[in-house]
């Protein structure tokens, strides 16, 4: 059995439409830990903060998640639900980011 770096990692995203470089980024997260969860934005956050109407609706985008080996859960992310929120209720041991964080810092805000 693999010895992961991590327990449980955590990602954030639209995932709007998944595309090959997220499912990059999620086989960098399924090396590192054990168990991964997705937060997916639903569509009406989509259209709240991407200024966009969502590609593929919040069920189809979960679905798909869910499919790929190695993800153990996908929930939503909104005004209710931030991440925040998520990373309250699972308490993961690392956030997994993209290459459209670099440079930036998330505060624990929204």
């Keep these: 059995m693999k010895a992961f770096d991590y327990k449980l990692g955590m990602l954030f995203g639209s995932w709007d439409p998944l595309h090959a470089g997220h499912i990059r980024i999620i086989t960098k997260a399924q090396a590192l830990c054990e168990d991964i969860i997705i937060i997916a934005d639903t569509d009406d956050y989509i259209r709240k903060t991407k200024k966009r109407e969502p590609y593929f609706p919040i069920q189809e985008r979960a679905w798909d998640l869910f499919a790929i080996k190695g993800v153990d859960c996908v929930e939503y992310e909104d005004d209710i639900f931030t991440k ?22 998330w505060s624990g805000e929204g």
């Design 84 to 105: 925040r929120y998520w990373v309250k209720v699972f308490k993961p041991d690392v956030l997994i980011k993209g290459d459209d964080w670099k440079g930036k810092h």
